[in-house]
T-cell receptor, first 113, second 114 residues
Framework: AQSVTQLDSQVPVFEEAPVELRCNYSSSVSVYLFWYVQYPNQGLQLLLKYLSGSTLVKGINGFEAEFNKSQTSFHLRKPSVHISDTAEYFCAVSDQGAQKLVFGQGTRLTINP | DGGITQSPKYLFRKEGQNVTLSCEQNLNHDAMYWYRQDPGQGLRLIYYSQIVNDFQKGDIAEGYSVSREKKESFPLTVTSAQKNPTAFYLC?????????????FGQGTRLTVV
């Protein structure tokens, strides 16, 4: 069965500092990978996705992620964060051809001024 | 504008009462999903439906029921058999055409047992 592990439940960083949110997955088949952002009391919004092709994926709000098949990782990065990036971030995986997403536990990103 | 609408935003339930959460989409998506979100546990799949008049149990279906009579609508009923229903519930839809799409989410319903 698939699983997703987000290695940090909380990540505090200072404004304008870089950030990396870590995500590892387990699957025996080819996968699709996603990062979502959730602002308080709202639904999830897609940040970026990896389906195939280039392993470096660029998303909205200046975020990017790199798919590493050998390490089964899909870490999310941003070179300089803003106060407005304060939110919870979820990594998700889906087998190719599957109709279900499996989510990680989430990482709460807190930006300090 | 296309999107997913969940209602109500906040819902209070008494012990032993059934309640129904609404989810409507106008994205013409075939697949719809219900997730439950608890702090520190991410999202867990309750039920999903890939086509009208068909649905499958997810990982935590006990105490819940759904119907899919119309493509646009996928209501979730939280029954009295669900022992710990207080949570944030999210509905999502996904296009199944061509290359895999990505799930679109509603704004959620926060259910509290009083």
């Amino acid at each position: 069965a698939q699983s997703v592990t987000q290695l940090d439940s909380q990540v505090p960083v200072f404004e304008e500092a870089p950030v990396e949110l870590r995500c590892n997955y387990s699957s025996s088949v080819s996968v699709y990978l996603f990062w979502y952002v959730q602002y308080p009391n709202q639904g999830l919004q897609l940040l970026l996705k990896y389906l195939s092709g280039s392993t470096l994926v660029k998303g909205i709000n200046g975020f990017e992620a790199e798919f590493n098949k050998s390490q089964t990782s899909f870490h999310l990065r941003k070179p300089s964060v803003h106060i407005s990036d304060t939110a919870e971030y979820f990594c998700a995986v889906s087998d190719q051809g599957a109709q279900k997403l499996v989510f990680g536990q989430g990482t709460r990103l807190t930006i300090n001024p | 504008d296309g999107g997913i609408t969940q209602s109500p935003k906040y819902l209070f339930r008494k012990e032993g009462q059934n309640v129904t959460l609404s989810c409507e989409q106008n994205l013409n998506h075939d697949a719809m999903y219900w997730y439950r979100q608890d702090p520190g546990q991410g999202l867990r799949l309750i039920y999903y439906s890939q086509i009208v008049n068909d649905f499958q149990k997810g990982d935590i279906a006990e105490g819940y029921s759904v119907s899919r009579e119309k493509k646009e609508s996928f209501p979730l009923t939280v029954t009295s058999a669900q022992k710990n229903p207080t949570a944030f519930y999210l509905c999502a839809s996904r296009s199944g055409q061509g290359a895999p799409g990505s799930s679109f989410f509603g704004q959620g319903t926060r259910l509290t047992v009083v």
